[in-house]
């Protein structure tokens, strides 16, 4: 059983940039595909981005696109993401997950584990 720990969360300006981290433990292969959602208040979790099990092939919320930049450390069994050019829209809780294979996908059934979340919140 694969269990997830974010962190990196925090409270920044708009414009601001923050790096979240995503480390698993226990899992049984480094090449799931790794992913980050969010729930901003009153509303459903969103997908925000996504990385294969081998890096090479990412997904990524329009709303996100040209901010957001995921990547991994397969070494080190982590994903990051990194958020420039933060709007408070961005404002949410940030959930990791992952999933036992190493395609990657932009909404949330295919993915098994998922860790307990960190905040964002961008405010002025």
């Known amino acids: 059983q694969m269990q997830l720990a974010e962190s990196g969360g925090g409270l920044v300006l708009p414009g601001d940039s923050l790096r979240l981290s995503c480390v698993g433990s226990?899992?049984?292969?480094?090449?799931?595909?790794m992913a980050w959602f969010r729930q901003a208040p009153g509303k459903e979790r969103e997908f925000v981005a996504a990385c294969n099990g081998y890096g090479n092939t990412k997904y990524y919320a329009d709303s996100v696109k040209g901010r957001f930049t995921i990547s991994r450390d397969n070494g080190k069994n982590a994903v990051y993401l990194q958020m420039d050019s933060l709007k408070p829209d961005d404002t949410g809780l940030y959930y990791c997950?992952?999933?036992?294979?190493?395609?990657?996908?932009?909404?949330?059934?295919?993915?098994?584990?998922w860790g307990q979340g960190t905040q964002v919140t961008v405010s002025s």
């Open positions: 226990g899992g049984t292969s480094v090449t799931e595909a």
């Open positions: 997950a992952a999933r036992r294979g190493a395609a990657a996908y932009n909404f949330e059934a295919p993915y098994d584990y």
